[in-house]
C-alpha cells in the first residue's frame, strides 16, 4: 500500500514525530491511519514523561482578548529555552490555550492546583447528594470519584477537551507540542477576565 504525502503531513501534525518515524509506522500499519496516530501519540506521551523533570524557565505570557474586549486572557506558558519559545509551535500553543481558557472558563491548571480542603469539601456535597438521592451505600463512593472526575475536567484546564479537536485533552496538546519541539512545556498559572464578572 502506498502512504500519501498528505497522510504523513496530517499526521505529522497531530503528533509531532518526525517524517521517517511517521511514514515508517503508517507503513507498519499498512496505511491505518487511526492505528499510526495511537502509536505515535503513545511514544509522544512517553518523550513528554521524560523530559516532565527538565525545568522550564522561559517562554512567554499570551494574551488573547475576545467579544469586543469584553473577555480577556493572560497565561504564562513556560518552556527550556528562549529559542523553543520563539518558535512558531510554542506561539500556537500558548495561543490556543488562552483561546481555551477564554471560552471554557477553567479554574485551575491542573488538579494539583486545588487545594485538599476544596476537594474535601467536594466530596463531602457529592457525597451528600448520593445520599440525598437514596443511593445505596456500596456505590456512593463510585459516584463521588465519578463527579469528582467530572468536576476536574470542568475546572482543571489540562484536563478539559481541546475546543477545537474534542479527541483531545488540552494536556494531549501540550504534549503533541513537547514531542515536536523537544522540551518540557508547562503551563505556569492564567488569569481570566470578563467584564461584568
Do not use: W
Amino acid at each position: 500500500m502506498s502512504i500519501s504525502a498528505e497522510q504523513i503531513k496530517k499526521l505529522r501534525e497531530m503528533t509531532g514525530a518526525g517524517i521517517l518515524d511517521t511514514k515508517r509506522t503508517l507503513e507498519e500499519f499498512n496505511g491505518d491511519f487511526e492505528k499510526a496516530l495511537a502509536v505515535l501519540k503513545e511514544k509522544g506521551m512517553k518523550v513528554a514523561e521524560k523530559k516532565a523533570e527538565r525545568v522550564a524557565k522561559q517562554g512567554l505570557v499570551e494574551t488573547y482578548v475576545h467579544a469586543g474586549g469584553k473577555i480577556g486572557v493572560m497565561v504564562e506558558v513556560n518552556c527550556e529555552t528562549d529559542f523553543v519559545a520563539a518558535t512558531n509551535d510554542f506561539k500556537e500553543l500558548a495561543h490556543n490555550i488562552a483561546l481555551q481558557i477564554a471560552a471554557t472558563k477553567p479554574e485551575f491548571v491542573s488538579p494539583n492546583d486545588i487545594s485538599a480542603e476544596v476537594i474535601e469539601e467536594k466530596k463531602k456535597a457529592f457525597h451528600d447528594a448520593a445520599i440525598a438521592d437514596g443511593k445505596p451505600a456500596n456505590i456512593i463512593e463510585k459516584i463521588v470519584t465519578g463527579k469528582l472526575e467530572a468536576f476536574y475536567k470542568e475546572s482543571c484546564l489540562l484536563r478539559q477537551m481541546f475546543i477545537r479537536d474534542d479527541k483531545q485533552t488540552v494536556q494531549d496538546l501540550i504534549q503533541a507540542t513537547i514531542a515536536k519541539v523537544g522540551e518540557n512545556i508547562v503551563v505556569k498559572r492564567f488569569t481570566r477576565y470578563e467584564l461584568g464578572a
